[in-house]
């Protein structure tokens, strides 16, 4: 889905489980979880800072 501007052409209809990353309970259920979360995917901690209402909300749209 990569583009000559380095982006998803398909950003917009993305699946849910794109939608929510890396706000998933799996991800966020502790320190060590959110570390290894970080790790494997090196954006996750990086970026825009969301608000907990934020994460809350993506949370409840997808249980992982």
Not at 26 to 50: F, H, M, Q
């Amino acid at each position: 889905f990569g583009t000559d501007k380095r982006g998803c052409s398909v950003y917009h209809a993305r699946p849910i489980q794109c939608r929510t990353w890396p706000f998933w309970d799996s991800n966020l259920k502790n320190e060590k979880s959110w570390e290894a979360t970080c790790k494997e995917c090196p954006g996750s901690g990086t970026g825009k800072v969301y608000r907990l209402e934020e994460i809350e909300g993506q949370r409840k749209q997808m249980k992982i």
